[in-house]
């Protein structure tokens, strides 16, 4: 069992950064792919990013690749999603995700642990 919450979301300018956080607690966490999706209003669910249990590999949603980076510490239980450049089409809750096993997915079904999510704004 892995539970998530995220942290970090807020109102910004249009090429503004932000910073978000997801805080795991559960032992399975360190040996679990983890994956970053946002919701707009009205709008399904949408991948954005995700890594290997390790961290070394990592996928990007073409619409984010070249400004958001991700990251985690699996000592500290901590995953990170690092955006630049934020664009007011980045608008959206953002959530982490983890799953039972340790290879990534850019589906969201494959993902069994979800966070509450944390809210991003970009103003134009």
């Known amino acids: 069992q892995v539970q998530l919450v995220e942290s970090g979301g807020g109102l910004v300018q249009a090429g503004g950064s932000l910073r978000l956080s997801c805080a795991a607690s559960g032992r399975s966490f360190s040996s679990s792919a983890l994956g970053w999706f946002r919701q707009a209003p009205g709008k399904d669910h949408e991948f954005v990013a995700a890594s290997t249990w390790t961290g070394t590999n990592t996928i990007y949603a073409d619409s984010v690749k070249g400004r958001f980076t991700m990251s985690r510490d699996n000592g500290k239980n901590m995953g990170f999603l690092q955006m630049n450049s934020l664009e007011p089409e980045d608008t959206a809750v953002y959530f982490c995700?983890?799953?039972?096993?340790?290879?990534?997915?850019?589906?969201?079904?494959?993902?069994?642990?979800w966070g509450q999510g944390t809210q991003v704004t970009v103003s134009s």
């Open positions: 995700a983890a799953r039972r096993n340790g290879n990534y997915s850019y589906r969201r079904y494959d993902y069994a642990y």
